[in-house]
């Protein structure tokens, strides 16, 4: 049974919209507990109260903790999901913008700044797995963690910790076609799907039933998109069409048309300039709403689909019946494309008996270049990041299809030193 739940990084914006989905869906699961951990005190005081309140408010499905102890928070715990930040949005924005300087894309997931990403979020992981280990080794692992594929890649190959890696933007993507091509809100999808987070494939796609077919190329990106996202639409299109009709995900234009990015972000700042501006109001809400009997959340960081997908996954977990769920987990004959070792993001069955893998389709074969660099990319980052050698860095860095020279990977690890100074761990040790 899954009774007791911890949310590692629970004083985020993310994390009232989370504990709304899990109050929503409290009839699909065991959930007795849920348990806050950050260190961001004072925003970690604000979300328990709203959340408290939410559960009260709700006829309290669950009892809701909150603590700044990273060894209390894993006591006992039979399920923790792992969405913190480590080096918050200062780091963030270094993230977005240092590769710029090299007309690189700046992005927390690709590039330059994702590996800078894995470079701080790893070692923060393998610190938190170790007290899971000793105080709660049975615990199932949920890592929302960016870069989800190298973070759950290096929990895989240095940890026996149960881990599974969620990415809801398989959904985001879907959901924007459906929008795109005039379908009815909430409506239901099929599709397949094969190859690495932010790297997948989606093939065999089927709105309302219907097959998308040709129809989707000419689709204009939904309103509501702002210009990077519009940018991402319109090329994801293109791509599928010179990839026989297949999808990719929407991270796939980055590698496909870099300099469009870098002109843009130079042009009209960083997301996490435009988050910032905005974020004290969602605590001010936050503040508001946990002094009402009744709270209205209204407004929280993040789609329903992050907090939807994560309490789809536990509820599954939860349930005799399996259900299939686009996950991120260790290849073992998945995908034979891949090595078995390999995280890779796939439809798989979801049951209280764990994680049954499904036969996973093809890349199509003009992206396998691609996949293949990422790949090799992915599992050196995975080991960089986690052991902090100088040289493996580099050579990690180098894989990376957006970098792609020692050269370069060399220059931004030296610009890194000074930009990030002491938030890289690897760095305050070894450079």
């Given at each position: 049974?899954?009774?007791?739940?911890?949310?590692?990084?629970?004083?985020?914006?993310?994390?009232?919209?989370?504990?709304?989905?899990l109050?929503?869906?409290?009839?699909?699961?065991?959930?007795?507990?849920?348990?806050?951990?950050?260190?961001?005190?004072?925003?970690?005081?604000?979300?328990?109260?709203?959340?408290?309140?939410?559960?009260?408010?709700?006829?309290?499905?669950?009892?809701?903790?909150?603590?700044?102890?990273?060894?209390?928070?894993?006591?006992?715990?039979?399920?923790?999901?792992?969405?913190?930040?480590?080096?918050?949005?200062?780091?963030?924005?270094?993230?977005?913008?240092?590769?710029?300087?090299?007309?690189?894309p700046?992005?927390?997931?690709?590039?330059?700044?994702?590996?800078?990403?894995?470079?701080?979020?790893?070692?923060?992981a393998?610190?938190?797995?170790?007290?899971?280990?000793?105080?709660?080794?049975?615990?199932?692992?949920?890592n929302?963690?960016?870069?989800?594929?190298?973070?759950?890649?290096?929990?895989?190959?240095?940890?026996?910790?149960?881990?599974?890696s969620?990415?809801?933007?398989?959904d985001?993507?879907?959901?924007?076609?459906?929008?795109?091509?005039?379908?009815?809100?909430?409506?239901d999808?099929?599709?397949?799907?094969?190859?690495?987070?932010?790297?997948?494939?989606?093939?065999?796609?089927?709105?309302?039933?219907?097959?998308?077919?040709?129809?989707?190329?000419?689709?204009?990106?939904?309103?509501?998109?702002?210009?990077?996202?519009?940018?991402?639409?319109?090329?994801?299109?293109?791509?599928?069409?010179?990839?026989?009709?297949?999808?990719?995900?929407?991270?796939?234009?980055?590698?496909?048309?870099?300099?469009?990015?870098?002109?843009?972000?130079?042009?009209r700042?960083?997301?996490?300039?435009?988050?910032?501006?905005?974020?004290?109001?969602?605590?001010?809400?936050?503040?508001?709403?946990?002094e009402?009997?009744?709270?209205?959340?209204?407004?929280?960081?993040?789609?329903?689909?992050?907090?939807?997908?994560?309490?789809?996954?536990?509820?599954?977990?939860s349930?005799?019946?399996?259900?299939?769920?686009?996950?991120?987990?260790?290849?073992?004959?998945?995908?034979?494309?891949?090595?078995?070792?390999?995280?890779?993001?796939?439809?798989?069955?979801?049951?209280?008996?764990?994680?049954?893998?499904?036969?996973?389709?093809?890349?199509?074969?003009?992206?396998?270049?691609?996949?293949?660099?990422?790949?090799?990319?992915?599992?050196?980052?995975?080991?960089a990041?986690?052991?902090?050698?100088?040289?493996?860095?580099?050579?990690a860095?180098?894989?990376?299809?957006?970098?792609?020279?020692s050269?370069?990977?060399?220059?931004?690890?030296?610009?890194?030193?000074?930009?990030y100074?002491?938030?890289?761990?690897?760095?305050?040790?070894n450079?």
């Amino acid at each position: 049974m899954l009774r007791n739940f911890l949310i590692v990084g629970g004083a985020s914006a993310y994390a009232p919209g989370l504990v709304s989905s899990l109050i929503r869906e409290s009839h699909r699961h065991d959930l007795e507990l849920i348990r806050l951990f950050d260190i961001a005190e004072e925003r970690l005081d604000i979300v328990a109260r709203l959340c408290r309140r939410l559960s009260e408010a709700a006829g309290k499905p669950f009892r809701v903790e909150a603590t700044t102890d990273q060894a209390r928070a894993v006591e006992e715990i039979d399920i923790l999901l792992n969405s913190s930040r480590p080096g918050g949005f200062e780091c963030r924005q270094i993230d977005e913008t240092l590769p710029l300087e090299f007309d690189i894309p700046g992005q927390e997931t690709v590039g330059p700044g994702g590996f800078f990403f894995a470079c701080r979020s790893i070692p923060a992981a393998l610190e938190l797995a170790d007290h899971v280990a000793r105080k709660s080794p049975e615990a199932i692992w949920l890592n929302y963690t960016n870069p989800t594929n190298i973070v759950g890649q290096a929990l895989h190959d240095h940890t026996d910790l149960n881990v599974i890696s969620l990415c809801d933007q398989f959904d985001e993507d879907l959901r924007a076609l459906a929008d795109a091509l005039g379908f009815p809100k909430n409506t239901d999808y099929q599709l397949r799907c094969s190859g690495l987070n932010h790297a997948t494939w989606y093939r065999d796609i089927r709105i309302s039933g219907e097959a998308i077919g040709e129809r989707a190329y000419d689709a204009q990106p939904p309103e509501y998109y702002d210009e990077e996202h519009k940018r991402r639409f319109l090329i994801s299109a293109e791509m599928a069409r010179s990839h026989d009709g297949i999808w990719p995900n929407s991270y796939l234009p980055y590698y496909e048309a870099p300099s469009q990015f870098v002109e843009l972000a130079k042009q009209r700042g960083t997301r996490t300039e435009a988050i910032l501006q905005g974020l004290n109001d969602y605590y001010k809400h936050f503040r508001e709403e946990a002094e009402k009997s009744s709270p209205e959340l209204k407004h929280y960081r993040g789609s329903s689909g992050f907090g939807d997908m994560a309490a789809d996954v536990i509820a599954a977990l939860s349930s005799d019946e399996p259900t299939e769920l686009v996950l991120n987990i260790p290849n073992r004959g998945l995908n034979d494309e891949f090595d078995d070792a390999t995280v890779v993001e796939a439809f798989v069955s979801v049951s209280r008996a764990g994680v049954q893998r499904n036969s996973a389709p093809p890349i199509p074969e003009k992206a396998r270049p691609l996949l293949d660099q990422l790949e090799i990319y992915q599992r050196r980052s995975a080991q960089a990041a986690a052991g902090g050698d100088r040289d493996e860095m580099v050579r990690a860095l180098a894989e990376n299809p957006l970098v792609d020279d020692s050269s370069t990977a060399g220059q931004l690890l030296r610009r890194a030193d000074d930009a990030y100074g002491g938030a890289l761990p690897q760095f305050s040790t070894n450079l």
